[in-house]
């Protein structure tokens, strides 16, 4: 499977949903959409890590198909909103790695090595 850039991921969204003429939902709208998403993650890694086990009669779903509605979502409301989430996440890794930077206990270089 080939893997995408964010930026190819957003301009594949963008021509998804450029094809309907209802267009993008109103950031209020794509809000109450993540809400929902994120409720659905939650319910799967319940079901998979925690004590509420699926129902025979419950649909497959995993946490991938989840995180990928999730992520579907967020694309869209970045899109609607002119925003570029490479540029997003480089802002925000910035931030961790300034702020955060002795926040953590960080791995000695033994501990870092893959054991064979």
Request: with cysteine; proline share 2%.
């Amino acid at each position: 499977m080939e893997v995408k850039t964010l930026d190819e991921f957003q301009k594949n969204v963008d021509e998804y949903i450029g094809q309907f003429k209802e267009g993008y939902f109103s950031p209020l709208a794509l809000t109450a959409r993540l809400t929902e998403e994120l409720g659905e993650l939650a319910r799967e890694i319940n079901h998979y890590y925690g004590e509420k086990k699926k129902k025979p009669t419950e649909a497959v779903k995993t946490v991938e198909e989840e995180l990928g509605d999730l992520l579907f979502v967020v694309i869209c409301m970045a899109n609607s909103l002119h925003i570029n989430l490479g540029q997003a996440l480089t802002i925000v890794l910035d931030k961790f790695q300034t702020r955060d930077r002795d926040r953590w206990t960080k791995k000695t270089k033994d501990e870092g090595k893959i054991q064979q």
